[in-house]
């Protein structure tokens, strides 16, 4: 009897393990986090590797030098005021536009892109942000602020700007060891992949 019931402990202790070993490798949010880190890195190495899109990151580093913060809030509350002059550009210019397509392709992965400069000021931006000014936020504070290549990643929240749920994945944009910027992936928590064909 007492044979019987060691065996079949061990039975019951091996399926235990077993299950959660299949339910451990099937996790599928541990494959949305690794699909999230992998798009920011995928992302921010076709920034990196794009003179063009360095050289808007650059000129607007340059005319933000000497930026007060009296001057950021400024030119924030005009974003938030809905001033063309400032917001147009931004949404015009050709890393916005490549941003913007990378949402637009993403089958609904990525809810928005924002390419800060060394202030925290939108260098780019997917689609129009409530505000101008990230540097007061952790996407900025955490990253570049920060002085870290560290991933920062946000708790869920509701996005203003997308209107959906959201979790955001920022990181600070490095080149040869100098930070030039940083980076945050708006990622809609609705999205599922597709699912895998069977066999």
Known sequence: MLKRSRRLAALCLG???SLQATLAAADPLEDTRNLYFTTLSQTI?????NPKFLAILAAQSKQSEDWTEAD???LDKRWRD????LIDP?????LSKRMAELVATSNGLISEIIVMDQKGC???????TTDYWQGDEAKWQKTFGAKTDAVHVARV???QSTRSFSQQFSRALTI?????GAITLGFDIRYHPPAKPPG
């Open 90 to 94: 931004i949404l015009a210019n050709p």
């Open 176 to 180: 040869e060891g100098r930070q030039i």
């Open 157 to 159: 929240d509701f996005d």
């Open 72 to 74: 950021i809030l400024a």
């Open 45 to 49: 190495g076709e920034i990196l590797a």
């Open 122 to 128: 939108n260098v780019a931006v997917s689609s129009q």
């Open 82 to 85: 809905g001033d063309k002059s």
């Open 15 to 17: 399926a235990v393990l």
